[in-house]
């Protein structure tokens, strides 16, 4: 059982930044794909950025050039330093960890971005 626990977040005017992480609780095996995933109010959850253990990242159109994802092996952290945030980017957000084929969750963290 892998426990993901989320951090970071809070509400911040647009054009601004923020940095969330994500802490896996299983250290013994190395977590697979990590990745940030959000869910806006009367919307699916969709895919942010992930990041595999090889350091390859993936990120989705409305975010890139300005959301990095990072990971720190050792501690099975993920990072996500969001910069130049947009009204639109207000969403929970989740942490995703793949280890064993089965994919974890975190319980989420509330983004806000006030105009």
């Known amino acids: 059982q892998v426990q993901l626990v989320e951090s970071g977040g809070g509400l911040v005017q647009a054009g601004g930044s923020l940095r969330v992480s994500c802490t896996a609780s299983e250290s013994r095996f190395s977590i697979g794909v990590m990745g940030w995933y959000r869910q806006a109010p009367g919307k699916q959850r969709e895919l942010v950025a992930t990041i595999t253990n090889g350091g390859t990242t993936n990120y989705a159109d409305s975010v890139k050039g300005r959301f990095a994802i990072s990971r720190e092996y050792a501690k099975n952290t993920v990072n996500m330093q969001m910069n130049s945030l947009k009204p639109e980017d207000t969403a929970v957000y989740y942490c995703?960890?793949?280890?064993?084929?089965?994919?974890?969750w975190g319980r989420g963290t509330q983004v806000t971005v006030s105009s």
């Open positions: 995703s960890g793949t280890l064993a084929g089965r994919v974890y």
